[in-house]
């Protein structure tokens, strides 16, 4: 239901009627309704599915995830040290 | 590819996974909604390296696998018809009906046409004013805005040859069918991160508290969906039962109003039979009265058909979480991909595809 | 049909029109009379000629300058060329016809002899953009070292062809020492590809418009024959070759690991491919492993040969990219499994069919 990947908009056209604009996705390029993402600007990322952007990807809760999930290591490791030894999962790189 | 290969980094799939382990005390039934997610779990096999105890059961999130057959009839009989050109997304080709799928529609000389997208169906449609362009308008409310939208440009643009066969439904009435129904075994859900992108995650609220279940707006990439099975193992594990989003770079609160706004313009909300579990209330999006000339069932006049589905699937239970694929005394013999007896095999986000396809690995490694 | 030569932008020829009063042909030209004579004459054997062709016999005469040493075997393949558009970025199906043929022959380690090429041309195809095909034929064979030595031209009526179908036919040497085939795979084996996956499927399909994407992606059409050879002679024991194109590596692998009755074991991590590729393959829910490649070779050399093999491979231009994707494992029979970037596992399994953008 739901293939979606993060685009950047390299165009905005206004005039458009819908608002179209022309999104790179990893160097392909396509044109998508911007209609409903009336806020966005040139350089934003957004989620596009089937021709049309979603979303705008929130650039700082992106990090925000990526640091909170980074710091887990920090957390496990500390309390696996005081429990005197790690619980890996199978399957996890050495 | 930004804000995708960071969320794919292996380190950090570990480290959550790291974390689960650590805080998993007992067993859990996790359900994740979305049929893209259920691919993604498979094809990356995640599900392998979860711990024990976490039990994941594949949702009726699959527009394919749910829409129903009497709908697929109606495709290929108007698909037939020699002044149409029947557009729709790839998903749908190969799934089949009573009587043969889209493809061999098109063997036999129909005009069926693959898009990305349904603006491409107008396109098509402005480009031959002399044929009539049909767009098979499947999805959920991560798709229903841009079906909508192919109608404001339709008639924005005066265009008379265009008209949707509609097949919308909606998530929230289906996770309520599955917990209230008899033998529901799922405990928590991993809500589909794109129709929240949407929809936003209010209306998942009331469900979280009238049946005391955690649901987590979960995205699509293995560190997204860790993501989302942590935050709801620790609300199991810790007797909470709220909604949270593992997934705040793309969903808000209150999802795209403007998105919603163009939905509510074209259709209305009605009960709708999802395939395999049956008619569920208020599922399902329909075109309303003034939009209803853009209505391909109307207009090619293909109403109910008689269908029959084979007795031995059990694609139904599947689609509810209370059975797996490898439960089906059908499964991998005779039902394949290649000959699918049932929605959830069609489809590749159907359970029983992906496990025939990616899950067959169980008997493989010793 | 389609005139159109699927790039945009693309020049028009500058030539003169090859045929002197038919910028479009005619049933005639297939009609075995004298405007066949004049296809040939003016269009055909300026581009493709040599003394062999130009003999003008029903068949080719392959002269055998030495007797075939013992233990020599002789290699035939055959293949049918349909394409649209039959202009994409990086080829067209003159280039394609020329090395798909090349490339089964050297698949088997064979040395190409001679090819065949039969053309069948939609009335009213575009004369200027049948001699281009013609033209790039020529590049082609001039890249592979092999001459088109027959051919044979027919015309069908407008609207029974889709522009232009080119059928050919090859035959090769095999020399005494080689055997590698499809059931030549052994466990221990290092699987290793030649360069990055997926290009032609993805430049064919974005050219074809109806998905409405602009990428810089090109097709990889190119003859192996060449890369093949250097293989061969930096003295490694190639036991199995093949050149993923319809079905992709997916296709490919499967087919070697059923014939050969062994199981494979990949990983992901090392498969190369193009970022714009997969980008490309994110946004339609395509498998980089199920796209068409036609200028990549998958082969299957003894462990201890690896290093060797990728040294051979890296130094010639077609190979810069080789790299070990995987190795032939005692694993179940028949099964083509991927290690997963996250550690886990999945079978790699053969694609359905048609590739169809997806929604979900």
Known sequence: ?94 | MKHVTEFRDPRLVHTALSELHRVVTRPHVIMEVCGGQTHAIVRSGLDQLLPAGIELVHGPGCPVCVTPLATLDQALAIARRPEVIFTSYGDMLRVPGSDGDLFGVRAAGGDVRVVYSPLDAVEIARKNPDREVVFFAIGFETTAPANAMSVLMARRRGLRNYSLLVSQMCVPGAMRAILASPGNRVQAFLAAGHVCAVMGWREYVPIAAEYRVPIVVTGFEPLDLVHGILMAVRQLETGRAEVENAYPRAVSERGNEGAQGVVREVFQTGDHAWRGIGVIPDSGLYLREEWRAYDAATRFDVGHLQTAEPAICIAGEILQGRRRPTDCPAFGDPCTPDRPLGATMVSPEGACHAYHRYGRVREAIP | MSNDPGIPGAAAPACPLPLPHHDRIVLGHGGGGRLTAELIERLFRPRLGNPTLDAGDDAALLELREPLPAGARLALTTDAHIVRPLFFPGGDIGRLAICGTVNDLAMVGARPLGLAAAFVIEEGLDTALLARVADSMRDAAAEAGVAVVAGDTKVAERGNVDGLYIATAAVGVVPPGRDCRAAGARPGDAVIVSGSLGEHGLAVLAARGDLALRTTIVSDVAPLNGLVEALFAAGVDVRALRDPTRGGLAAALNEIAARSGVGLTLDEAAIPVRPEVAAACEMLGFDPLHLPNEGKLVAFVPERQAATALAALRAHPLGAGAVVIGRVEDGPRARVLLRTTIGGTRIVDVPAGELLPRIC
């Open chain 1, 1 to 94: 239901m739901c293939l979606g990947v993060p685009a950047k908009v390299l165009e905005i056209r206004r005039s458009d009627e819908p608002c179209m604009g022309t999104v790179d996705f990893g160097g392909v390029q396509r044109e998508i309704c911007l209609d409903w993402v009336p806020d966005v600007r040139e350089g934003d990322y957004v989620l596009i599915h089937v021709g049309f952007a979603i979303s705008v990807i929130d650039e700082t809760e992106a990090r925000e995830t990526l640091r909170l999930l980074a710091e887990l290591g920090e957390a496990g490791r500390a309390e696996d040290a005081a429990r005197g030894g790690p619980l890996s999962p199978p399957g996890a790189p050495a």
